[in-house]
T-cell receptor
Framework: DSGVTQTPKHLITATGQRVTLRCSPRSGDLSVYWYQQSLDQGLQFLIQYYNGEERAKGNILERFSAQQFPDLHSELNLSSLELGDSALYFC???????????????FGEGSRLTVL | QKEVEQDPGPLSVPEGAIVSLNCTYSNSAFQYFMWYRQYSRKGPELLMYTYSSGNKEDGRFTAQVDKSSKYISLFIRDSQPSDSATYLCAMSGNQGAQKLVFGQGTRLTINP
């Protein structure tokens, strides 16, 4: 168990809808990362928050947004969903913001989104 | 062309075999090289971490980095059925974990 909690584990919805994925990082970890994993694209970095502030952006669509709350949990909002958004969405946390040496990434078990 | 290329497999070998997993990359700025292991229906977990070129050994696992060839490898000796998983290489430059780029992952099955 990595200590990172993600809900829901599975989600099935229709095109055009909006969903919210939730992540609770490991106790003490200030940094939260969101990744998308699909069969054809692999694991793609979406966005990172550190202590409530956006720190880095990756290949995140404009239809997607995220935030980190004062209690450090994070939410990823996906709107106007398309079939191609079906994927596993992972949250990861680490202690520090950018250092690999002091902070490996700890991944949750993912939220599987299916858009029909 | 992707920054990191990894053969997705699947790769199937008998128990006890030596397994070699590889990635190539194009970005010469990469300095940190990692291997993550992902079991079915689980998130990836860090297996090995190497900075710059060289070898690193941890039990049955050896990670090698050849920056001149832009090529990294993970060797698993005396492979066990419990090693069956997807192995993802990941790498980053000075920005550290913020800009980790993952390979597509190689699905490995060790047959008893």
């Amino acid at each position: 168990d990595s200590g990172v909690t993600q809900t829901p584990k599975h989600l099935i919805t229709a095109t055009g809808q909006r969903v919210t994925l939730r992540c609770s990082p490991r106790s003490g970890d200030l940094s939260v990362y969101w990744y998308q994993q699909s069969l054809d694209q692999g694991l793609q970095f979406l966005i990172q928050y550190y202590n409530g502030e956006e720190r880095a952006k990756g290949n995140i669509l404009e239809r997607f947004s995220a935030q980190q709350f004062p209690d450090l949990h994070s939410e990823l909002n996906l709107s106007s969903l398309e079939l191609g958004d079906s994927a596993l969405y992972f949250c990861a946390s680490s202690v520090s913001s950018g250092s690999i040496i002091s902070g490996e990434l700890f991944f949750g078990e993912g939220s599987r989104l299916t858009v029909l | 062309q992707k920054e990191v290329e990894q053969d997705p497999g699947p790769l199937s070998v008998p128990e006890g075999a030596i397994v070699s997993l590889n990635c190539t990359y194009s970005n010469s700025a990469f300095q940190y090289f990692m291997w993550y292991r992902q079991y079915s229906r689980k998130g990836p977990e860090l297996l090995m971490y190497t900075y710059s070129s060289g070898n690193k050994e941890d039990g049955r696992f050896t990670a090698q980095v050849d920056k001149s060839s832009k090529y990294i490898s993970l060797f698993i000796r005396d492979s066990q059925p419990s090693d069956s998983a997807t192995y993802l290489c990941a790498m980053s430059g000075n920005q550290g974990a913020q800009k980790l780029v993952f390979g597509q992952g190689t699905r490995l099955t060790i047959n008893p």
